[in-house]
C-alpha cells in the first residue's frame, strides 16, 4: 500500500495546479438564469460560512475542467484513506504542525525543486519506505530542517511560488525569520516563537564560514553544515502521512544512518547536544539493523563512499560504531565485510 501512494501521490503532484485553483474542499454549482446554465465554485470560508464564486457560462472547457477536480477530489479521498490505513498499522506520522508545513512547501514547489527534509523528519518517513518497525522514541522533535545544494539552487534556474518566509506564513502568521547575526537583513531559520522552528541548510564544501549561503529557488538563505553533502546526494521520494500523503525528498536511508555516526561525535559539548548525540546514535542503531537486512548492498555502496572521503571522515564514523549495540554494529559489519 505504502509504493502505490508513492506512486499516487507522484501523479496527484503532476496535476495540483487544479486544487490550487478551486480547493478540492470545494465543489462546483450549476445555476441556470434566463434559459442558460452558469458554473460558480462554491467552499466555506474561515467562518464556516457558504461562498460562491462564478466561473462562467458552460462550456465543453469548464465541463472538462470539472470533470478533472472531481477526478482529483475522489483521488486525495481515496489517498486519505490509504494514509489512514498505514497510521493504523503503526507507521509514524508527522505532528499536524509539521504536516501543515510539508504540504504548504511541496505545493510551493519545494521538492520539485530537490528541496530534502533532513533530520528527524526525514527518519519518520524511512518506516515505510523500508517496510520495517522503527523505534517511535526516536522520533520526537518540534522542528524542521530542510536542505538543498546551493549548485542546485542555482541551476534549476525557478523558484517557488513564493519566497520561503511567505510560504510558512501560509502555514501560521506567527511565522518570522531569525535575522542572521552577522548580517540581519537574511535569515535561514524561521520560528514561532520557541514553539516551532525551520532550518535551512545547505553542504559546506569550503573553507569554514559563518556566513550564510544564498538558496535563490527556495528564497531563502541556508546555514552551511560539513558532511551534508553526503548525506542529501541522490535523494529518494517518501510519503509523509498527513492529509492524502504528502510527496517529499528524504535522504537515502542507508546515508542516513551513517552520516548519524558522524554528526554524533560532533555533538558532545553540552548537555543538549550530548542527548542530540544519543539519539542520532540510535536512529543510527535503528536504520543499520533494518537495512542490513532489506538493502545491505545499498548499506555496503554507501559505507565504501563515506571511506573513500578521507580519514576525517573514518574516524569519525569508527568511533560511533563503537558506540552502537552489538546487533547494530555487528549488523554493519556483516553487511560491509563482503
Request: hydrophobic fraction near 40%.
Given at each position: 500500500m505504502y509504493a502505490e501512494l508513492v506512486e499516487r501521490c507522484g501523479i496527484a503532484s503532476l496535476g495540483e495546479a487544479v486544487g490550487e485553483t478551486y480547493p478540492l474542499s470545494?465543489?462546483?454549482?450549476r445555476q441556470t438564469k434566463n434559459g442558460r446554465?452558469?458554473?460558480y465554485f462554491q467552499r466555506a470560508d474561515a467562518e464556516g460560512k457558504r461562498r460562491q464564486m462564478y466561473i462562467g457560462p458552460a462550456t465543453e472547457e469548464i465541463e472538462r475542467l470539472i470533470s478533472e477536480h472531481k477526478s482529483a477530489k475522489a483521488?486525495?479521498?481515496?489517498?486519505?484513506s490509504m494514509v489512514a490505513a498505514l497510521k493504523r498499522a503503526g507507521l509514524p506520522a508527522p505532528d499536524p504542525m509539521t504536516g501543515k508545513?510539508?504540504?504548504a512547501l511541496a505545493?510551493?514547489?519545494?521538492?520539485r525543486l530537490r528541496a530534502v527534509v533532513v533530520g528527524t523528519i526525514a527518519y519518520q518517513c524511512y518506516g515505510g519506505l523500508l517496510g520495517v518497525k522503527l523505534s517511535g522514541a526516536n522520533m520526537t522533535t518540534a522542528d524542521l530542517d530542510l536542505a538543498q545544494f546551493s549548485t542546485i539552487s542555482l541551476a534549476v534556474e525557478d523558484h517557488l511560488a513564493e519566497p520561503l518566509e511567505r510560504v510558512l506564513q501560509s502555514v501560521d502568521a506567527d511565522f518570522r525569520p531569525l535575522p542572521h547575526p552577522g548580517d540581519p537583513?537574511?535569515?535561514s531559520r524561521y520560528a514561532i516563537g520557541d514553539r516551532y522552528r525551520v532550518d535551512v541548510l545547505t553542504p559546506n564544501r569550503g573553507a569554514d564560514s559563518d556566513d550564510l549561503v544564498a538558496l535563490p529557488a527556495l528564497g531563502t538563505a541556508a546555514r552551511p553544515l560539513r558532511y551534508l553533502d553526503y548525506l542529501i546526494y541522490n535523494e529518494e521520494r517518501a510519503i509523509a502521512?498527513?492529509?492524502g500523503g504528502v510527496a517529499v525528498n528524504v535522504p537515502a536511508p542507508?546515508?542516513?544512518?551513517l552520516h548519524k555516526l558522524i554528526v554524533s561525535r560532533l555533538r558532545i559539548e553540552s548537555r543538549e547536544s550530548q542527548e542530540k548525540s544519543r539519539k542520532d546514535l540510535r536512529q543510527a542503531a535503528d536504520l543499520i539493523t533494518a537495512l542490513a537486512e532489506v538493502r545491505p548492498y545499498e548499506l555496503a555502496e554507501a559505507w565504501d563512499d563515506l571511506q573513500q572521503r578521507g580519514p576525517k571522515w573514518r574516524r569519525y564514523a569508527e568511533q560511533g560504531i563503537a558506540l552502537l549495540p552489538d546487533t547494530a554494529r555487528r549488523a554493519l559489519e556483516a553487511a560491509t565485510s563482503s
Open positions: 470545494g465543489g462546483f454549482v446554465d452558469y458554473w483521488d486525495f479521498k481515496e489517498r486519505r508545513v510539508l504540504e505545493k510551493a514547489g519545494a521538492f537583513r537574511v535569515a502521512l498527513h492529509g542507508e546515508r542516513y544512518a
